[in-house]
């Protein structure tokens, strides 16, 4: 089979060192931005099931280890879950010593603000690679471009004259640069912007979450959010267990 003089093939086999770096370049920045956003988008789907069991199964349980085993584990909810008991159980502990320094509203706020900004770290570890490349890549292969561009000026004065042959290798070789560029930072700036969204989603609803534990630790209720009356029978399970 004829290997095609334009392709892909062609220009790997005929570019010099800096073309196939480029080329190189290019895959490692593909590879690496695809990983992230497979990885990212599992991960926010993960999230999403912990999310609406944090909604509605945790607080169907009576008993708040119940409702943390609900919520499954390596998720910021099951975190920040984790982090308001940890906080209730020390501060009860040291109740002595914290008493006069901080009120139990204060400690349990404190605690919960730190693991979800933690989980917020988290949720953004990565993006800064997407962020890279969807704004490096097309300038790399537009240098691609302007070296293949030079090479067929390059082509152009050595044989002294512009006929197509001479130059239609190396203009399809800065076109399929360009073209690489493109390829690589499109797929880049599309999964940031969509992992972005799906982030801002989880933090909102970390935060209500987070709220609603605030309610239980501090008054022995969830937060007054549910007008029907099935919410409110939820919420009421874990009243009890939230002020022992």
Do not use: C
């Not at 199964?57 to 280890?65: C, E």
Request: charged share 15%; proline share 2%; hydrophobic share 45%.
């Amino acid at each position: 089979m004829e290997v095609s003089p334009y392709g892909l093939e062609s220009l790997w086999a005929q570019g010099d060192f800096v073309t196939k770096g480029v080329a190189v370049l290019l895959l490692a920045m593909s590879i690496a931005s695809w990983y992230v956003i497979v990885t990212k988008a599992l991960q926010l789907l993960r999230f999403r099931r912990a999310s609406d069991a944090a909604g509605h199964a945790f607080w169907d349980t009576t008993s708040l280890p119940e409702g943390v085993a609900t919520l499954g584990s390596d998720n910021p909810f099951a975190e920040v879950a984790k982090a308001g008991v940890t906080s209730m159980s020390h501060h009860t502990a040291h109740k002595g010593h914290l008493h006069d320094q901080l009120s139990v509203s204060d400690w349990v706020t404190l605690s919960l603000r730190q693991a979800i900004d933690e989980a917020s770290g988290k949720l953004q570890a990565g993006m800064a690679v997407l962020a890279s490349v969807g704004s490096t890549a097309p300038f790399v292969g537009l240098f691609g471009t302007v070296w293949g561009i030079y090479h067929a000026l390059v082509s152009i004065g050595t044989s002294g004259q512009a006929s197509i042959d001479k130059v239609a290798g190396p203009v399809g070789e800065a076109l399929i640069m360009t073209a690489l560029g493109l390829a690589v930072a499109i797929p880049a700036t599309f999964g940031y912007n969509a992992l972005v969204r799906g982030n801002k989603t989880t933090i909102a609803k970390l935060n209500k979450f987070g709220f609603d534990l605030h309610a239980l630790f501090v008054t022995g209720a969830r937060s007054a959010t549910e007008d029907a009356e099935t919410g409110a029978t939820k919420s009421a399970k874990l009243t009890a267990v939230g002020r022992a």
